[in-house]
């Protein structure tokens, strides 16, 4: 079974976004009982919250459903659960840094950002600061697929 962990700052746009579109992609590949995939934020601001409105929308325009959904934050308990986890997945480096600081490290390499698994690696704009919902939707989309390509290619 693969284990990703998607972590950005407040679990309630990008990461969100990225956790159902790759539970959504999963199934659709016949492939959700070799997946258990999970988000977690860095800080604690929205802890308990859901999906934030506009990402809600965005999943629902592409009929994916992100119901049940609550922020949770990484916290040092999750250092324990580091090993269980095949991948930690940011969406840019400022979350590799907090992720580091809050697992004491990463000595496996496990943590990546998400667009570096496609041809532009880089950040993923954050849509609560840009405003742009569409601009993240393609970058988690088309990360999240190319993500899966590398789990499937390489056996993760």
């Not at 859901?50 to 994916?64: D, M, N, Q, S």
């Not at 004491?104 to 998400?114: E, Q, S, T, V, W």
Request: with cysteine; charged share 30%.
């Amino acid at each position: 079974m693969t284990k990703i962990l998607f972590i950005c700052l407040g679990n309630i746009c990008r990461i969100p976004m990225a956790e159902f579109v790759m539970k959504d992609l999963v199934e659709k590949a016949g492939l959700a009982d070799e997946f258990q995939i999970d988000s977690a934020a860095t800080c604690r601001d929205e802890i308990g919250n859901p999906v934030y409105p506009p990402a809600r929308r965005k999943l629902a325009e592409h009929g994916i459903s992100c119901e049940g959904h609550a922020a949770r934050q990484l916290t040092a308990q999750d250092y324990e659960d580091y090993e269980e986890y095949d991948l930690l997945i940011g969406m840019e480096g400022a979350n590799l840094k907090n992720m580091q600081r809050i697992c004491g490290g990463d000595p496996a390499g496990k943590m990546h950002r998400l667009l570096d698994y496609t041809a532009r690696p880089g950040d993923v704009a954050d849509p609560w600061y840009t405003g742009d919902f569409e601009a993240t939707w393609r970058d988690v989309s088309e990360g999240c697929k190319c993500l899966l390509a590398e789990i499937e290619k390489s056996g993760i």
